[in-house]
């Protein structure tokens, strides 16, 4: 895990991890030999499991859930006035289920991370495992990519294929991936870091 700091010369990125779910995602970037500070987890769901994952690693939570009533602008401004208060420097999205907006993207230019699990263009969107499975690929994977105003449309920075083997449930193609992905992430964070792009 990250170790934590106040220094204005800390080396180290300071960043923000977006999730929705159950965190594994989060959890592997905690656990890398990365030098990153996570200031913040920021989650749309209040019960999600990732919130006990942070709250292990002392990472402190913002819980921003879409409501009637309130728009994605005025909810991603709440988010910027978080980051901006913690010296965010980069976003990693890490299984977050919403279209990150404009107010964001602006902020953050070529600063946003995400994973998908398919080998982009191919298979974009929420059910990235499934729909490779269902079109009975021999291969797919996971990919790295800058996050843009598409869905999944982004810049690729990092892919890496996974086999489907004719014997495979979509369980255990899905655990081949996210086996790949807790890898894949935190060495293509590092990379970034050391290549100065982040």
Do not use: W
């Not at 990919?143 to 489907?164: F, K, L, N």
């Amino acid at each position: 895990m990250q170790q934590q700091s106040n220094s204005a010369n800390d080396p180290r990125l300071s960043v923000a991890i977006f999730a929705s779910g159950n965190g594994t995602n989060f959890e592997a970037i905690a656990t890398a030999d990365l030098p990153i500070d996570i200031k913040l987890l920021v989650c749309d769901h209040h019960d999600a499991y990732v919130l006990k994952r942070a709250a292990k690693f002392g990472v402190p939570a913002l819980v921003i859930e879409a409501k009637k009533g309130i728009s994605k602008q005025h909810r991603e401004q709440t988010i910027l006035r978080h980051l901006r208060a913690e010296g965010v420097e980069a976003i990693f999205l890490a299984g977050y289920m919403r279209i990150i907006g404009p107010t964001l993207l602006d902020a953050f230019a070529k600063r946003i991370i995400n994973i998908h699990p398919a080998l982009l263009p191919n298979f974009p969107g929420l059910h990235g495992i499934e729909d490779a499975y269902a079109a009975n690929v021999k291969e797919t994977g996971v990919t790295i990519h800058y996050i843009d105003s598409g869905v999944d449309t982004g810049q690729i920075i990092a892919q890496q294929s996974v086999p489907r083997y004719p014997d495979d449930s979509v369980t255990d193609l899905a655990t081949r991936i996210h086996d790949v992905e807790h890898q894949l992430y935190p060495n293509t964070i590092l990379d970034l870091i050391k290549k100065g792009v982040l």
